[in-house]
């Protein structure tokens, strides 16, 4: 099984080009899915790629 590549909530937004807040706001409305770990949110890659290819072109 390959490894699960996992960023945090800063690394996350920065990938994605947007603010922390609104990965927050994207996560609670169910656009994007976070997963809690320790009492931190993290976001697999797979996730982040899926919502990106999912956004229309800039």
């Given at each position: 099984?390959?490894?699960r590549v996992r960023y945090?909530?800063?690394?996350a937004a920065y990938?994605?080009?947007?603010s922390v807040r609104t990965?927050?706001?994207l996560?609670?409305?169910g656009k994007i899915v976070g997963r809690r770990d320790?009492?931190?949110i993290y976001f697999d890659r797979t996730e982040l790629e899926s919502y990106s290819r999912s956004c229309p072109p800039e």
């Open positions: 099984m390959p490894e945090s909530k800063a690394d990938m994605l080009s947007m990965l927050d706001r996560r609670r409305s320790g009492g931190r």
